[in-house]
């Protein structure tokens, strides 16, 4: 992981996530997919949180679970610890989680990691509506 710009990557095909802050719009956009194993849990709280300290206060995200599994112990506690860590600087965080038991495992973690900037759609298209939404009222400023 060099710095918080441009398109970080860890895992493989098979589990992992993606990150990338646009700093012109100071949206940070995640995508997560697969079953984690420990490596992939740790390399993602620590990436992500770091992507997440390059943007700018009141940033939004966009996050891509589409492909993503429920997840066992180390999986859960990577995702209250990016959701803890990143609340006080969060503006709106809009995830699509279409798999209903990813996403009760993630709305629980959030409301357990103080996550009120969390909202969780079905689609990715819904998501970014929302999302488009927010930063449209200049809330993020």
Same mark, same amino acid.
């Given at each position: 992981?060099?710095?918080p *710009?441009?398109?970080?990557?860890?895992?493989?095909?098979?589990?992992?996530? /993606? #990150?990338?802050?646009d700093?012109?719009s100071?949206?940070?956009?995640?995508?997560?997919?697969?079953?984690?194993? $420990?490596? #992939?849990?740790?390399a993602? /709280?620590?990436?992500?949180?770091? &992507?997440?300290?390059?943007?700018?206060?009141?940033?939004?995200? +966009? &996050?891509?679970?589409?492909? +993503?599994? $429920? %997840?066992?112990?180390?999986? *859960?506690e990577?995702?209250?610890?990016?959701?803890?860590?990143?609340?006080?600087?969060?503006?709106?965080?809009?995830?699509?989680? $279409?798999?209903a #038991?990813?996403?009760? %495992?993630l709305?629980?973690?959030?409301?357990? /990691?103080?996550? *009120?900037?969390?909202?969780f759609? /079905?689609?990715?298209?819904?998501?970014?509506?929302?999302?488009?939404?927010?930063?449209?009222?200049?809330?993020?400023?």
């Open positions: 992981m060099e710095g *710009q441009g398109m970080h990557r860890g895992g493989d095909d098979r589990e992992g996530f /993606s #990150v990338e802050l700093p012109l100071n949206v940070v956009r995640v995508a997560a997919w697969g079953f984690w194993g $420990p490596d #992939v849990a740790l993602f /709280s620590r990436d992500v949180l770091l &992507v997440c300290a390059g943007a700018r206060v009141r940033f939004g995200l +966009l &996050v891509d679970c589409s492909g +993503l599994n $429920p %997840q066992r112990a180390e999986g *859960q990577a995702w209250g610890r990016w959701m803890l860590e990143t609340g006080p600087r969060l503006g709106r965080a809009c995830a699509a989680v $279409p798999n #038991v990813t996403k009760l %495992q709305v629980r973690i959030a409301k357990a /990691s103080h996550g *009120q900037g969390w909202t759609f /079905s689609t990715i298209e819904a998501a970014l509506l929302a999302l488009a939404a927010y930063k449209s009222q200049g809330e993020d400023r």
